[in-house]
């Protein structure tokens, strides 16, 4: 993995900072293969249960670095999508800690994020319009259905940049930082990883998944999600502590 994207872990959580703070952390190769790189090791390593994807310098992410874009290189990794993460998000939870700009790829970054941490001076935005192109990273896709269809309309017909604490109030943002939001970042992922982690990823899938399913057919459609994990070690061990009063011991099987 280059420079460009940094990794650490602590107690189940893997933090993932995109580091191109010169460049407004904007996307080129190398933060897209880095970003599914991480992404990879979060989904396939069982020690690891939620991750936190931020920005180096301030700044979240800029979207695409167009002097790349124009040199021909890629921004997107083959069964990943744009930044290695906004065609196939990973199977465990992750959490996006915003600073400063998130714009253009870097809104569409954050939505492909399960939750969204804030600082209270964050800017949002697909300003793609501008620049004579399209938020073909799910932006157009997602907005409308996380915010009032006019709303959705505007911003992505104007371009313009929308705040954090109006993404806040209609739900869009999960918690607002008067500081950095690394920090509630983490406490987020902390209350996360504490979970089973057959149960998360489950869960998680079944959120995802289920949009469109029919009524009189989800009970049938849930089921291959949620049969492992009722008859795997976790859930017996979940049960156990409950009754035990102690904390339980995930083993992840």
Same mark, same amino acid.
């Given at each position: 993995?280059?420079?460009?994207?940094?990794?650490?872990?602590?107690?189940?959580?893997?933090?993932?900072?995109?580091?191109?703070?010169?460049?407004?952390?904007? $996307?080129?190769?190398? $933060?897209?293969?880095? !970003?599914?790189?991480? !992404?990879?090791?979060?989904?396939?390593?069982?020690?690891?249960?939620?991750?936190?994807?931020?920005?180096?310098?301030?700044?979240?992410?800029?979207?695409?670095?167009?002097?790349?874009?124009?040199?021909?290189?890629?921004?997107?990794?083959?069964?990943?999508?744009?930044?290695?993460?906004?065609?196939?998000?990973?199977?465990?939870?992750?959490?996006?800690? $915003?600073?400063?700009?998130?714009?253009?790829?870097?809104?569409?970054?954050?939505?492909?994020?399960?939750?969204?941490?804030?600082?209270?001076?964050?800017?949002?935005?697909?300003?793609?319009?501008? &620049?004579?192109? $399209?938020?073909?990273? &799910?932006?157009?896709?997602?907005?409308?259905? +996380?915010?009032? &269809?006019?709303?959705?309309?505007?911003?992505? +017909?104007?371009?313009?940049?929308?705040?954090?604490? &109006?993404?806040?109030?209609?739900?869009?943002?999960?918690?607002?930082?008067?500081?950095?939001?690394?920090?509630?970042?983490?406490? +987020?992922?902390?209350?996360?990883?504490?979970?089973?982690?057959?149960?998360?990823?489950?869960?998680?899938? +079944?959120?995802?998944?289920?949009?469109?399913?029919?009524?009189?057919?989800?009970?049938?459609?849930?089921?291959?999600?949620?049969?492992?994990?009722?008859?795997?070690?976790?859930?017996?061990?979940?049960?156990?502590?409950?009754?035990?009063?102690?904390?339980?011991?995930?083993?992840?099987?």
């Amino acid at each position: 993995m280059s420079d460009a994207i940094l990794t650490s872990e602590n107690d189940g959580v893997l933090e993932i900072t995109i580091n191109r703070p010169d460049q407004r952390n904007s $996307v080129n190769s190398a $933060v897209a293969q880095g !970003i599914a790189a991480a !992404i990879d090791r979060l989904d396939s390593e069982v020690g690891l249960r939620c991750a936190i994807l931020t920005g180096a310098g301030g700044t979240f992410c800029a979207g695409m670095d167009l002097k790349a874009f124009l040199r021909g290189e890629p921004a997107h990794v083959e069964g990943r999508g744009f930044a290695g993460i906004c065609g196939r998000p990973p199977n465990k939870p992750i959490i996006a800690a $915003v600073d400063g700009y998130a714009l253009a790829g870097g809104t569409e970054i954050s939505l492909a994020c399960d939750m969204i941490v804030a600082n209270r001076d964050a800017k949002f935005g697909i300003p793609e319009v501008k &620049r004579g192109l $399209v938020a073909a990273a &799910r932006g157009v896709i997602y907005l409308p259905r +996380l915010l009032p &269809r006019q709303l959705a309309m505007e911003l992505a +017909l104007t371009g313009d940049p929308i705040g954090s604490e &109006r993404l806040a109030e209609l739900g869009v943002v999960n918690r607002i930082t008067d500081g950095p939001a690394i920090e509630a970042a983490r406490e +987020l992922a902390a209350a996360i990883a504490a979970n089973g982690p057959l149960a998360l990823m489950a869960t998680k899938a +079944l959120m995802r998944d289920s949009w469109n399913w029919e009524y009189d057919e989800l009970e049938k459609c849930q089921s291959p999600y949620v049969k492992e994990v009722f008859s795997s070690e976790d859930a017996r061990e979940g049960a156990s502590a409950f009754a035990e009063k102690r904390k339980p011991v995930w083993k992840g099987k």
